[in-house]
């Protein structure tokens, strides 16, 4: 069975990465996409190999991690925000509930 992937894109998605995959909500690991030219824009992969505390407590804290760095959490800014399950369907955060999340990471 395949992990759970996002893909983090904008100009901090650097640091807006280690401080979701370090929040202990999530545990896996991530790396820059070099081959990504979107108008300077930076792109990171991460890979969700294990939730800690439950789906439920992992979506809340990826809902509130992307509204505050989606509204510039202090003065850092990401883009965009997709989620690929383990059976490959995909959500954008943009307009994502608390409910299509947890069920991404249920899958």
Do not use: P
């Not at 545990?27 to 969700?48: K, L």
């Not at 190999?49 to 992307?66: D, F, M, S």
């Amino acid at each position: 069975m395949a992990d759970i992937q996002l893909e983090i894109q904008g100009q901090d998605a650097v640091t807006a990465t280690e401080e979701l995959f370090s929040s202990g909500q999530i545990s896996g690991n991530w790396e820059t996409v070099d081959e990504v030219d979107r108008e300077a824009s930076i792109v990171t992969i991460g890979t969700i190999v294990a939730i800690v505390g439950g789906t439920l407590a992992a979506a809340e804290q990826i809902r509130k991690w992307y509204k505050e760095y989606k509204q510039g959490k202090s003065g850092k800014k990401i883009e965009k925000v997709l989620i690929v399950g383990r059976n490959g369907r995909r959500i954008l955060l943009e307009n994502a509930t608390l409910e299509q999340i947890k069920q991404i990471l249920d899958e």
